[in-house]
């Protein structure tokens, strides 16, 4: 299906528009690049049957149906259109409405079509993401979901065993693993008219554990043993990837996004829009010889949080925006650089549930903040 560009919206265009800018869908502020963006996906009808999805817990046909006012026959088709091009979710257990990011960003580009509509829709997310609506429900009270998972040659000849954070206990866990086909953020990006100087499009997130067993059926990515998936991610970090995954123990299945400064929105959350503070604190953080240090410069370039820092020809590093991803040291040829146990690191969860469960308060007081500052500027 062909974009639809530069047309006005309709009643269910703007209700679908005003749903996705809710604060429980993590949306932008209501206004004509989210309505624009919502035409680009949904046409009118498309629109009205996605009014009677309900938000991440799929429901019926029937149900559905009934919320949209329709008749199940008619509502089915539209329904089913949407899941295969995969603006909603569609499955087994029903039907379901996603947030735009993430969600759709993610589940729309992970199979790597560049139709029209695929560039369209990563061009406009792009540069929706960049007007930095997220500062809403961020910097208030921090809510640890992502982790980084180092390397673990970096962190071996330190007297705390790195246990639960490292690769290798990921690895060791699981018998699936796949790669995605791209990567949804690198693939925006280039939508909109940028490139990766880390990475190709064609790196895409890393999957462990059931997450990967449905990637082939729905070609959205590829199947690798575990000794490919490790050189993998020995590749990626060598390119100066940041490797961040959910705040769960290796047990859980996972995914780990292999992420970028210049492309990957995570990124670009933790170093604009507060975003740190969905950050767990890692098992290591990199501490500074003042002494060793030559003020090269290298470090930079290798950092993707921007922890380290020149200014007035001198090096300067701040600790609090250190992910313990390890890159710098590599890139110090002076071997200033060294990772040090940091007293404030908690164990990630044992699952995605006592995750959800640890986060939930703190969600709500994000979302309680977001409502706000959004009826405020109303105001």
């Avoid at 309505?35 to 009118?44: G, R, Y």
């Avoid at 999957?207 to 082939?216: D, H, M, P």
């Avoid at 170093?271 to 890692?282: D, I, S, T, V, Y």
Wanted: glycine share 8%.
């Amino acid at each position: 299906m062909m974009p639809r560009e530069d047309i006005s919206p309709d009643i269910h265009q703007k209700k679908l528009a005003r749903r996705f800018s809710s604060v429980w869908l993590i949306g932008p502020p209501m206004g004509d690049e989210l309505q624009a963006l919502v035409c680009h996906l949904f046409d009118p009808e498309e629109a009205r049957v996605a009014l009677g999805l309900p938000s991440y817990v799929p429901k019926r046909l029937k149900a559905v149906a009934r919320r949209a006012q329709m008749a199940e026959a008619e509502a089915l088709p539209v329904l089913e259109r949407l899941a295969a091009r995969r603006v909603i979710y569609g499955g087994s257990s029903g039907y379901s409405l996603m947030p735009l990011i993430p969600g759709i960003f993610e589940y729309f580009l992970m199979n790597g079509k560049e139709t029209p509509m695929h560039r369209g829709f990563g061009d406009r997310i792009t540069r929706l993401f960049g007007t930095g609506y997220v500062k809403d429900f961020l910097g208030w009270v921090r809510a640890p979901a992502i982790r980084n998972i180092p390397i673990e040659e970096h962190v071996s000849h330190q007297q705390t065993v790195a246990d639960a954070d490292l690769v290798e206990k990921l690895l060791a866990a699981h018998d699936t693993f796949a790669v995605l086909n791209v990567c949804q953020c690198r693939q925006s990006v280039a939508f909109a008219g940028g490139r990766c100087k880390r990475a190709r499009v064609e790196d895409g997130c890393l999957l462990f554990g059931s997450f990967a067993e449905g990637v082939v059926p729905q070609g959205t990515g590829y199947h690798v043993t575990r000794e490919e998936m490790r050189a993998v991610i020995r590749e990626r970090w060598e390119r100066n990837l940041v490797l961040l995954t959910a705040n769960v123990s290796h047990e859980s299945p996972n995914a780990i996004c292999t992420c970028c400064d210049c492309c990957c929105h995570g990124l670009e959350t933790i170093n604009h829009f507060g975003g740190m503070a969905l950050m767990a604190e890692p098992r290591f953080k990199a501490v500074v010889d003042v002494s060793a240090c030559t003020n090269c410069g290298r470090c930079l370039r290798a950092c993707n949080t921007r922890a380290h820092t020149i200014e007035n020809k001198e090096h300067h590093y701040d600790p609090t925006r250190c992910i313990g991803c390890a890159a710098c040291l590599s890139s110090c040829p002076e071997g200033a650089i060294s990772l040090e146990p940091n007293p404030l690191y908690i164990p990630p969860s044992e699952s995605f549930t006592r995750l959800f469960l640890r986060l939930s308060p703190k969600v709500a007081a994000f979302g309680a903040r977001a409502f706000l500052i959004r009826l405020k500027a109303r105001l």
